[in-house]
């Protein structure tokens, strides 16, 4: 089949305040770009065949970062890698929203993506990495939220959380029976190394 690493990406000044993102198209600030580049340098010397990216502009940044150190690589947008749509939730934060809407606004019907699109969206995608890409490296750089989700739907008995950290990197064997996850949420490119 094919091989999937999936990658967040880099911190926003909406992720650090706090603000649901979802559609919303955020740039990366200064420390999101320093660790897109840390995350590039670390996949450097992996073989890559294809990096796919939602076309929303804190992901995308962060894949062109990636795609800087894999000279010649076919770069590719695709709308079904964006973020959930968080409806009337973005650009609040948590006490925004217990104060507009209380605190069982999750279960209120506010305009978020239902799951069943997201990962419909989601399996239409691995769908055709399937078919285009047998034997092949898939490079996916998108959003937490949906990262999550996808991953749970790809290897339902995985214990996963819904907390994926920013430019994190996740590998998943796809295989015709039981995909595989081989590395989850890994973040060591981002731990400082002290200096002796």
Known sequence: ??????????????NKEGRAQGNTDIPLDEE?????ESAAKRMQFDEWDVIYTSPLIRA??????IAEKHSGIDFIQDKRLGEIGGGLIEGTTEDERISKWG??????????EPEDVIISRGMSFIEEVKQKYSG??????SH?????????ALVPDGEFSRDIGNTSVTIVELKNHKNV????????????????
Do not use: P
Request: charged share 20%.
């Open 136 to 141: 092949k490296r898939v490079l996916v750089v």
């Open 1 to 14: 089949m094919a091989t999937i690493g999936f990658v967040r990406h880099g911190v926003t000044a909406w």
């Open 32 to 36: 999101g770009i320093q660790m897109a």
């Open 181 to 196: 996850c081989h590395l989850y949420n890994c973040m060591k490119h981002l731990e400082v190394k002290e200096m002796q």
């Open 60 to 65: 995308k940044k962060t894949a062109e970062i």
């Open 103 to 112: 605190l069982d606004w999750r279960n209120q019907d506010i305009g978020f």
């Open 144 to 152: 937490g939220g949906f990262i999550s989700r996808l991953l749970n």
